[in-house]
């Protein structure tokens, strides 16, 4: 009798190795499944189970999935490019050349980051819209939405402050426009700008400012609220998936051990 | 159609129909897409340029030393000078730019760079031809893109990137040197300022004269007409035209004329009755102005159009359709009366040679220049207008005019014009929106960028606008910020003024118009620092009081001042006195008394071994060349001391003499010497050419 | 919901193709009323020039019939190789049937072969080969000195500010521009020539030695410059640019 490839897989599972990496042993049944994501550091925020109509297309077009996705090649291709950067003042400029003509595949990593967070960001807004629309703001689900908020406002300063880092002409004018706004603001303006900007105008201070914001404390605060707001869906029972939503797994093509439940 | 949606919609369902399969087959595509990155990173477009020079050099007789050359260096190259902050990676595509043997390759980017006087170490590529030094593309490098603006400078104007370190003119920069001559000359700076970096400004080197006193010179239809047109009264007129209309030019030759307060002394009536003596010779007035030299420095445009003469002074062509006769008798007679500062010499002509020259000159006329011109008299509304015109108009800039005072700045500064950005600069539709383009162009015809711009049209030939847009060119950013070491500063002018009765003397006749002594003057004739070590006290006093022809090759010549004897003697203590040098003791070696042996051996070594005669006449019979001075005099002119220091070094004794250097002998020098200076001349004076 | 799909695709289609900015076509070319039958230069051919710059005088072509008058209105075109360009590259001629243009090189130093053409009636194309010469900077330098060292002996021309010693010398120099002469000259004689007069090569002493007066980049420019405005052209002398 040939092997399957399911066999073979299963046989992998029953090693040593493997049971001392995984510690979730083999089998398909809906105990071992279940350990699989909850005894893996990475995916127990998870749940073991979904609605299948949680996991639809229409549900919600998978853009907070999309959102995050965008997040995690920022952090890929930003690392990287930490590398390369100097944020000095005449440095930067001369560092965003050299990624661009010289590094290998610094001009894809650039232009993938930026293109990356010009997405994100388009993402986050519609993900909001989608969950507004949706109503999936809806008790017991209020506090995610402000988290969600909080979340935006975290990705709009990431953007904000990753615009000045290339210190080229589009870069300087745009921040200088922006803190200018906010020293607009009535009585504390000129205390925000001066903050902001570590001076009173566009310098070196500013620079590094911003790399330290860009790079340290806004990730890290983002993290932070990204895993309350993944923790607080799990809470508050999973995606808001509508009765009426259909399911997109088709009947067939479900795996046979799978069925017997309700709950796939 | 039914069965291509069949098919379609089962492909959809096998790759995407279940979630997981789904999730793979975009990772295999994203996977895939990611591929594309490292591969255009592979194959970049100057590995593409690299790979296209190795086959060039795959033929050739020399590639193994070439190949050799570029392995040890292959990938992105760069030329990195971090005090200059320059970097500069041509040199990955432009492989070839060291390599002596490439000099028969004519295709770029694989052209041997052609020789200059820096090496491509020293200061890079970019500093001269300006582009995005860090690129690696073509488009980023070569041309005005989103990210950077300043493109290739067109070879046209390379010369301008000299002139950011070097200040004084070189011999490899001619449109550069012609560039900044031009700035002094048309009188550029006059409005626009520009400053240099060690703080002084350019000064401009024209001298538009005043016009407070115009009435005395010239009539309002001549100012009009002038106005109007200058160069229809001189083709080499340097002053620009305003396109005045009718009226303008009406009210401000009114207000002119109007705001002119007379000097005294400045006309000098014809003597009655000599209005209608006829001179005895009709020809004498040319006579007397050829004698005069007047051409070294006044040019006329002669029968076939072409411009003879020298530009220090005006053109005078048509000049007796500009001034007044009585204007013109007492300028001759002395022109420091109507002007002080003039470059013009007190030539202390005699009446007679006065009356022949006005009338000489009063006869260059042209009938069509005012033929058209009615004005009638001026009102006080017309001369307001006027006076308000010359204010807008910035005439006060350039012209001393009583009662408006000079503006300052009238113009935009010029400093940092080379790198002006070009998000300051307006465009004319259709132009190539590069700064030499926008120069240029402005120069061309100022007022195609706006019919209210107050910059008047300059008469320029394409040559000369080319020049002056290099010389612009070179006034970067660069040239301010460079560290002082770099620089190549321009000899400051010198202000030697030399004292008492022979400096009024010098200043009266205007020596420096033409000769340079100390540092200060003209080149053209003869540097006179060392004169008094050069040549003998009675041939300097005979020579001032009637100059006679020592190049006969040349067309100009000193003219003749009819100096009294008190005042040739004046200028020749002076000179014998203080202009010596201090490399040797004039009176070292005799006028006179060499053994006959020694002359008949410089007399041999002067034909034979030396063959002096191809540049030089001792003999009128025998030699002919004219290159140099004649000799045929020259032992009483010249002393011995100076002849022989000249012979072993002409460019020691003065810089810039075409006389070879012949690394000359003592013995030879004193022999030659010893056989010019029995070169005595008869007692007859050379006939003046 | 399709159609709105639709219709929300095609408004943003004739947006986007309506807001792309149309450059305006080129000029339409000038139609000739005359046509010639030769191509000859009136002036300007045969200088030299500067790298990059304009040449001194403008290049004046004339256009003629089989009988030899002049064709007003032919449209006469130039072209040229390496960068060379022409203000204005092509035109009608005027009414004695020339066309004056401002020729400007290209930014390599050596010999340009510049084309004229214009139609012949039978729709042929009739062309010109104009030659012109431009200096790099080593040749600038060696045109420098030339003019102020070597021309009134080496040049029988005389000009209005110099006039030629040519004429007075028994043993007469050769012109710089006498190829076939100069051509058979090695790099190493002429500086030997230039450095230590006629006699270095047996020649006459009329010929001075510069070798103290002038340094060795300086020769070496001169011999740049000899080599490049020699005619007929010395074979090393840096590129001929020419279509094709």
């Known amino acids: 009798m040939a092997k399957t490839i399911t066999d073979y897989f299963e046989e992998l599972r029953g090693t040593r190795v493997w049971r001392s990496v995984f510690r979730s042993g083999t089998g398909s049944s809906t105990l071992h499944r279940a350990l699989a994501v909850q005894q893996n550091v990475f995916l127990h925020l998870f749940s073991t189970k979904v609605r299948t109509r949680m996991l639809s297309f229409s549900t919600t077009w998978y853009l907070g999935t999309l959102t995050f996705g965008t997040l995690l090649i920022l952090v890929g291709t930003g690392i990287p490019l930490m590398f390369y950067y100097h944020p000095s003042v005449p440095q930067a400029y001369a560092d965003t050349k050299d990624l661009q003509f010289v590094v290998s595949s610094g001009l894809f990593l650039r232009n993938l980051h930026r293109w990356s967070a010009h997405a994100m960001v388009f993402l986050v807004f519609a993900h909001m819209f989608k969950v507004f629309y949706r109503g999936a703001y809806r008790p017991p689900r209020e506090f995610n939405w402000v988290i969600g908020v909080i979340l935006l406002l975290i990705t709009l300063l990431l953007s904000y402050t990753g615009y000045l880092l290339p210190w080229d002409q589009l870069a300087f004018w745009a921040i200088t426009v922006g803190s200018n706004i906010a020293s607009a603001v009535p009585v504390m303006g000129n205390k925000v700008h001066f903050l902001m900007l570590g001076g009173n105008v566009v310098n070196a201070n500013a620079l590094l400012r911003f790399y330290v914001l860009h790079c340290m404390i806004l990730p890290l605060v983002a993290i932070l609220f990204v895993a309350i707001h993944f923790w607080r869906i799990r809470k508050d029972g999973g995606l808001y998936a509508h009765q009426s939503e259909p399911t997109t797994v088709a009947a067939e093509s479900v795996p046979a051990a799978a069925k017997g439940g309700q709950f796939q | ?689 | 919901m399709k159609r709105l799909w639709r219709t929300l695709f095609a408004v943003s289609l004739t947006l986007v193709s309506a807001g792309c900015t149309r450059k305006p076509g080129p000029a339409s070319a000038r139609k000739p009323t005359g046509f010639g039958a030769a191509l000859v230069e009136s002036s300007g051919g045969k200088q030299i020039g500067a790298t990059g710059m304009v040449l001194a005088q403008p290049l004046v072509v004339q256009v003629n019939d089989e009988q030899g008058t002049a064709v007003s209105g032919a449209l006469v075109e130039f072209s040229g190789p390496a960068g060379a360009s022409f203000d204005p590259p092509s035109g009608l001629t005027d009414s004695s049937g020339q066309l004056s243009t401002n020729v400007a090189l290209g930014g390599m130093a050596g010999r340009y072969q510049l084309i004229a053409r214009t139609s012949a009636k039978t729709q042929k194309t009739v062309e010109l080969k104009i030659e012109e010469i431009a200096l790099g900077y080593q040749q600038q330098l060696g045109y420098q000195l030339d003019n102020k060292y070597c021309a009134r002996c080496h040049n029988p021309e005389s000009s209005p500010e110099r006039v030629s010693n040519y004429d007075n010398l028994e043993v007469k120099p050769h012109p710089f521009t006498e190829g076939d002469t100069l051509n058979k000259m090695s790099d190493a004689e002429l500086t030997s020539i230039i450095s230590h007069g006629g006699p270095a090569l047996n020649k006459s002493a009329l010929m001075p030695p510069y070798g103290y007066t002038l340094s060795k980049t300086e020769i070496e420019a001169l011999i740049a410059y000899i080599r490049l405005i020699s005619d007929p052209p010395y074979h090393a002398s840096g590129m001929v640019y020419a279509q094709k």
């Open chain 2, 1 to 689: 159609m039914q069965s291509l949606k069949n098919t379609f919609s089962s492909l959809w369902q096998t790759l995407f129909g279940h979630p997981v399969r789904a999730f793979g087959a975009v990772s295999l595509l994203f996977l895939i897409s990611l591929a594309i990155a490292p591969a255009k990173n592979y194959f970049s477009e100057w590995r593409h340029y690299q790979n296209r020079y190795l086959a060039l050099v795959r033929g050739r007789g020399d590639a193994v030393t070439l190949q050799r050359h570029f392995h040890e260096h292959d990938g992105i190259q760069q030329i990195w000078l971090p005090t200059l902050g320059v970097v500069d990676r041509c040199t990955t595509c432009h492989a070839g730019l060291k390599e002596a043997s490439l000099a028969d390759v004519g295709t770029q980017p694989f052209r041997q760079h052609p020789v200059i006087p820096h090496t491509l170490d020293q200061f890079g590529c970019v500093m001269c031809h300006r582009g995005q030094g860090p690129a690696t593309t073509v488009e980023e490098a070569h041309r005005s893109t989103a990210a950077w603006e300043q493109p290739i400078l067109p070879a046209r104007y390379v010369q301008s990137s000299c002139g950011q370190c070097h200040r004084a003119p070189l011999t490899g920069t001619p449109q550069l040197n012609l560039g900044r001559n031009l700035l002094g000359r048309y009188g550029c700076v006059h409005c626009h300022t520009i400053k240099l970096p060690d703080g002084s400004a350019i000064k401009p080197t024209d001298v538009p004269p005043s016009l407070s006193h115009v009435a005395d010179k010239s009539t309002r239809e001549w100012v009009y007409a002038w106005l109007k047109d200058p160069q229809a009264y001189a083709v080499t007129a340097t002053m620009p035209n305003f396109k005045l209309s009718d009226p303008d030019a009406r009210d401000i030759s009114a207000f002119l004329i109007a705001n002119s307060t007379p000097i005294a002394g400045d006309t000098a009536p014809v003597a009655p009755g000599a209005k209608n003596q006829k001179p005895p010779d009709p020809t004498a007035g040319a006579s007397l102005y050829g004698e005069s030299f007047c051409a070294s420095c006044h040019a006329v445009q002669n029968a076939a159009g072409n411009v003879v003469g020298g530009d220090v002074g005006p053109e005078l062509t048509r000049v007796g359709s500009k001034v007044k006769p009585e204007w013109l008798r007492a300028w001759l007679r002395n022109p420091r009366v109507y002007d002080s500062q003039t470059l013009m010499p007190h030539y202390r002509l005699t009446d007679p040679q006065v009356s022949l020259l006005t009338a000489f000159l009063g006869n260059k006329t042209d009938s069509d220049l005012l033929a058209n011109v009615h004005l009638d008299a001026a009102t006080p509304e017309q001369v307001a207008h006027g006076k308000l015109l010359v204010t807008e108009y910035g005439c006060a800039s350039c012209h001393e005019i009583s009662g408006i005072k000079k503006p300052d700045n009238f113009a935009p500064e010029l400093t940092r014009i080379g790198s002006k950005p070009l998000t300051q600069i307006i465009f004319l539709p259709g132009m190539t929106h590069a700064i030499p383009d926008y120069i240029a162009a402005k120069i061309r015809e100022p007022r195609s960028f706006g019919s209210a711009l107050k910059m008047p049209q300059f008469s320029l030939a394409p040559a000369q606008v080319d020049a002056l847009t290099t010389a612009l060119l070179s006034l970067t950013d660069r040239a301010h910020d460079l560290p002082l070491a770099l620089t190549v500063p321009s000899k400051p002018p010198s202000n030697y003024q030399p004292a008492g009765k022979a400096g009024q003397l010098m200043a009266d006749l205007t020596c420096f118009s033409c000769h340079a002594i100390n540092g200060r003057g003209s080149d053209m004739a003869p540097d006179l620092t060392w004169e008094g070590s050069s040549v003998q006290r009675p041939w300097l006093q005979a020579f001032l009081k009637n100059p006679g022809t020592l190049r006969p090759a040349l067309i100009r010549r000193m003219p003749r001042f009819n100096l009294s004897d008190d005042d040739a003697k004046e200028l020749t203590d002076y000179i014998m006195a203080v202009y010596q040098t201090p490399a040797f003791d004039r009176d070292s070696m005799p006028s006179s008394g060499y053994p006959p042996a020694q002359v008949e051996q410089g007399k041999q070594l002067f034909y034979s071994k030396y063959a002096c005669q191809s540049c030089h006449i001792v003999d009128t019979k025998v030699d002919k060349g004219y290159v140099g001075p004649t000799l045929t005099q020259v032992g009483s002119r010249l002393t011995a001391a100076w002849i022989y220091h000249w012979l072993k070094d002409p460019q020691a004794m003065r810089p810039g003499a075409i006389e070879p250097n012949r690394n000359m002998n003592d013995e030879d020098a004193r022999a030659l010497t010893a056989f010019l200076m029995t070169q005595k001349g008869s007692n007859k004076q050379e006939a003046k050419k």
